[in-house]
């Protein structure tokens, strides 16, 4: 098993452009999200998805698209990039979006938006 | 509100020494789920360890142990006999219940910590 899969692992945008990360998972779970991870804030929770087609906002949506047309992929999408967007994106899957699950995280994804 | 806070931002010690880092957290909730994950200079999250809001035994997985106290809503992490290995941000999370199966995780600030040897 591969885990969670995250790329780029590295990415550099100018302000305004449009780009997708990709995540992929390979434990068949129903859930995945998506995090930023800023210094001394923790990890914040950006969209996150109880299974195939249903998709919901986290704490910190804007600016961030998602879909969920397979149980695997979860992709993220900015589609005007803004400084304010730098950031490490960490997408996770678990078995279901219960509490109790533990989740994965993939290997982030680096962004700087100049 | 919900809430985590790592107070510790950064510990250095040198190899050998025990060092523990500190979580409280905050929430309504009386059942919820506690976490600890692991962020290596690689910078990967790794998971650590799980605690239910019902089972306040601590546990002890080689020279990690975790003590978990409903009284002062604390859930703080012992390394005992550091590593250089041992360098990483460590955060703690939590996940309530009544979260209505969004599967948000609550994430203090982290904790960096370096092992000298």
């Known amino acids: 098993n591969a885990g969670v899969t995250q790329t780029p692992k590295f990415q550099v945008l100018k302000t305004g452009q449009s780009m997708t990360l990709q995540c992929a998972q390979d434990m068949n779970h129903e859930y995945m999200s998506w995090y930023r991870q800023d210094p001394g804030m923790g990890l914040r929770l950006i969209h996150y998805s109880v299974g195939a087609g249903i998709t919901d906002q986290g704490e910190v949506p804007n600016g961030y698209n998602v879909s969920r047309s397979t149980t695997e992929d979860f992709p993220l999408r900015l589609l005007s990039a803004a400084p304010s967007q730098t950031s490490v994106y960490f997408c996770a899957s678990s078995r279901t979006g219960g509490s109790q699950e533990t989740q994965y995280f993939g290997p982030g994804t680096r962004l700087l938006v100049l | ?117």
């Open chain 2, 1 to 117: 509100a919900q809430k985590v806070t790592q107070a510790q931002t950064e510990i250095s010690v040198v190899e050998k020494e025990d060092v523990t880092l500190d979580c409280v957290y905050e929430t309504r909730d009386t059942t919820y789920y506690l976490f600890w994950y692991k962020q290596p200079p690689s910078g990967e999250l790794v998971f650590l360890i799980r605690r239910n809001s019902f089972d306040e035994q601590n546990e002890i997985s080689g020279r990690y142990s975790w003590n978990f106290q409903k009284s002062t809503s604390s859930f703080n992490f012992t390394i005992t006999a550091s590593q250089v290995v041992d360098s990483a941000v460590y955060f703690c999370a939590l996940s309530e219940w009544g979260s209505s199966n969004t599967g948000k995780l609550i994430f203090g600030q982290g904790t960096t910590l370096q092992v000298k040897p």
